[in-house]
């Protein structure tokens, strides 16, 4: 059971629409490497899970993605608010517009929309969480490219958060996987026994 907090996780107030960037940004709504996709990627791993404490990572990471999600969704109405089809169309947001005009659907930059197999579900928990591990560098990697568009302070503030949101969810996935620094001990257990569990089914 979750509760909902009627505020993002961090404020969005963008004043100038800018429908090119919107294009671009959107990628994190529904892209392959997206926050729709990564929230659907951990939300359902939790379920195979064998330990509770990965599976209450991935519950809290999970749970998050979709206030990134919300957060990516307001950045790309707030760019794209209350603009003639004719600006629309110079900054290349006329095919998206025709389908669902200022809606926010799911779709990639090349308006690709979304699909659950651009991301893994495998039930095995070293697979899984390998899979998570390479998803949140995938996914940070895509924002770094964002910025690199990026001219507005009022978009690059909140992109720049969740770039380094996607930093600290791949720490909290490493510390099951690091055997020092300040990494509780209960972490370093559970790695040893998933690298027992692996061993034992790669003798099977």
């Known amino acids: 059971?979750?509760?909902?907090?009627?505020?993002?996780?961090?404020?969005?107030?963008?004043?100038?629409?800018?429908?090119?960037?919107?294009?671009?940004?959107?990628t994190q709504y529904g892209?392959?490497?997206?926050?729709?996709?990564?929230?659907?990627?951990?939300?359902?791993?939790?379920?195979?899970?064998?330990?509770p404490e990965l599976k209450a990572i991935l519950t809290d990471i999970g749970t998050e993605e979709l206030g990134h999600l919300e957060m990516v969704g307001t950045i790309v109405?707030?760019?794209t608010r209350n603009l003639t089809p004719e600006q629309l169309k110079e900054a290349g947001f006329d095919a998206y517009f025709v389908d669902h005009t200022t809606g926010i659907y799911p779709v990639?930059?090349?308006g690709v929309p979304f699909s659950a197999s651009t991301f893994a579900v495998k039930g095995?928990?070293?697979?899984?969480?390998h899979e998570d591990l390479a998803a949140e560098q995938k996914a940070?990697?895509?924002?770094?490219?964002i910025l690199r568009f990026c001219d507005d302070p009022d978009v690059i503030d909140p992109i720049r958060f969740l770039r380094q949101r996607e930093v600290v969810h791949y720490q909290r996935f490493g510390e099951t996987n690091h055997t020092k620094g300040n990494i509780p001990l209960s972490g370093?257990?559970?790695?040893?026994?998933?690298?027992?569990?692996?061993?034992?089914?790669?003798?099977?």
């Not at 095995?124 to 969480?129: E, K, M, S, V, Y």
């Not at 940070?140 to 490219?145: A, E, H, P, V």
């Open 188 to 204: 370093r257990k559970i790695w040893r026994k998933l690298l027992l569990l692996f061993a034992r089914c790669a003798i099977i």
């Open 108 to 110: 990639d930059a090349s």
């Open 31 to 51: 892209g392959p490497d997206g926050e729709l996709g990564a929230s659907l990627r951990y939300l359902s791993q939790r379920f195979t899970m064998p330990y």
């Open 1 to 26: 059971m979750w509760v909902y907090e009627k505020r993002l996780q961090y404020p969005v107030k963008i004043k100038n629409p800018n429908p090119a960037l919107a294009k671009i940004i959107i």
């Open 124 to 129: 095995d928990p070293i697979t899984d969480l």
């Open 140 to 145: 940070r990697t895509t924002y770094d490219n």
């Open 77 to 79: 109405y707030q760019l």
